[in-house]
T-cell receptor, first 117, second 113 residues
Framework: AQSVTQLDSQVPVFEEAPVELRCNYS??????LFWYVQYPNQGLQLLLK??????LVKGINGFEAEFNKSQTSFHLRKPSVHISDTAEYFC???????????????FGQGTILTVHP | DTAVSQTPKYLVTQMGNDKSIKCEQN?????MYWYKQDSKKFLKIMFS???????INETVPNRFSPKSPDKAHLNLHINSLELGDSAVYFC????????????FGPGTRLTVL
C-alpha cells in the first residue's frame, strides 16, 4: 500500500521569499507523483506531476518539484512567492503497475502555505 | 464552461435522512471519482467508475452508493446520514483509468445535524 507524508502542516513565509514544501512517499512499486493546490472554498487544481523522465518537473504559477527516488521525496519549490500563493497544497501518489495507473490517488495531509506581505 | 460541476454546493440535513449529491463532467472523460475531505482536510478516495463500471470501492459504509447513469455523471447517494458523514465531498474525472491527471469539482459541503 502507498502512503504520503507531508512534513510540514503549515509554512509561513514572506512575499518574494523562496519556499519549499516537503513530501515523502512510501510504495513498493513505481509511482506517479502529483502536487495539487486548493484555494479557500474551492476544489483542487493540479500544479504539476511526475510520470517519468526528467526528475525536475515544472508546473503552473512558477512552481517546480524534484523527484528523488533514493529519498522517496517529491518536494515542491518556488523561488519567489506571491500573496496569491496562499493556499493549501497536497502531495499525492498513484501506483503504477505495468505502466498503467489504476487512478487511485493517495493524498498527504496537506500543507498550508501562508504568504505574508 | 465548468469542467466538473457538483450540486448542491452546500447541503445541511438532519441525522437519519437520505440525500444525494450530483456530479457532471463535460470533459468527455471515461473515469469519475468521489473523494471525501474530512474536517482535518484529509482527502480519501471513496469510489471510481470507468464507463459506468465500478472499479475502485474503498472501505466505505454500505450507506454510500454511487450511481453512474452515463459516463458523464456520477452521483453519490447517502442513506441514514450520520454526524460523521459531515465533510466536503469532491467529484473528479480523468480521461481513463490509464490517465494520471484528475480534474476536481468545486466540492459539496455536507453538514449533518
Amino acid at each position: 500500500a502507498q502512503s504520503v507524508t507531508q512534513l510540514d502542516s503549515q509554512v509561513p513565509v514572506f512575499e518574494e521569499a523562496p519556499v519549499e514544501l516537503r513530501c515523502n512517499y512510501s510504495s513498493s512499486v513505481s509511482v506517479y507523483l502529483f502536487w495539487y493546490v486548493q484555494y479557500p472554498n474551492q476544489g483542487l487544481q493540479l500544479l504539476l506531476k511526475y510520470l517519468s523522465g526528467s526528475t525536475l518537473v515544472k508546473g503552473i504559477n512558477g512552481f517546480e518539484a524534484e523527484f528523488n527516488k533514493s529519498q522517496t521525496s517529491f518536494h515542491l519549490r518556488k523561488p519567489s512567492v506571491h500573496i496569491s500563493d496562499t493556499a493549501e497544497y497536497f502531495c499525492a501518489v498513484s501506483e503504477v503497475a505495468g505502466g498503467t495507473s489504476y487512478g487511485k490517488l493517495t493524498f498527504g495531509q496537506g500543507t498550508i502555505l501562508t504568504v505574508h506581505p | 464552461d465548468t469542467a466538473v460541476s457538483q450540486t448542491p454546493k452546500y447541503l445541511v440535513t438532519q441525522m437519519g435522512n437520505d440525500k444525494s449529491i450530483k456530479c457532471e463532467q463535460n470533459l468527455g472523460h471515461d473515469t469519475m471519482y468521489w473523494y471525501k475531505q474530512d474536517s482535518k482536510k484529509f482527502l480519501k478516495i471513496m469510489f471510481s467508475y470507468n464507463n459506468k463500471e465500478l472499479i475502485i470501492n474503498e472501505t466505505v459504509p454500505n450507506r454510500f452508493s454511487p450511481k453512474s447513469p452515463d459516463k458523464a455523471h456520477l452521483n453519490l447517494h447517502i442513506n441514514s446520514l450520520e454526524l460523521g458523514d459531515s465533510a466536503v465531498y469532491f467529484c473528479a474525472s480523468s480521461q481513463e483509468t490509464r490517465s494520471d491527471t484528475q480534474y476536481f469539482g468545486p466540492g459539496t459541503r455536507l453538514t449533518v445535524l
